[in-house]
């Protein structure tokens, strides 16, 4: 007479597990389209060095008009700032 009903915790489980395989590829997907974009960003920057091979203004800071440190352009061959313009942009 005193018994209680038994709640069902069927499909509990599977419905927990069903959201969190929804969120990681949610993740996943988030961590795909920020690749692209960063390899979108890249391939421009590599596009816009080629530009200044071809014009004859590529290893020169944009910002100061002085030489880029060779070491940088081996480190970083699309860049357009020195490391002190770079830095100062840093600072800010």
């Known amino acids: 007479a005193g018994a209680k009903p038994i ?13 969190a395989d929804q969120a990681t590829g949610n993740n996943e997907v988030h961590i795909q389209l920020k690749l ?3 390899d979108a960003k890249i391939l421009q920057a ?9 014009q004859g203004t590529y290893g020169v800071c944009r910002d100061c008009g002085e030489p880029v440190a060779a070491a940088r352009l081996n480190a970083i061959p699309w860049t357009r ?5 770079k ?6």
């Open 7 to 19: 709640q069902s915790t069927e499909g509990t489980s599977s419905r927990q597990g069903d959201l």
């Open 81 to 85: 700032v020195c490391i002190t313009c």
């Open 87 to 92: 830095e100062k942009q840093s600072a800010r």
């Open 36 to 38: 692209k974009q960063t």
């Open 46 to 54: 590599i596009e816009e060095a080629l530009r200044r091979i071809e």
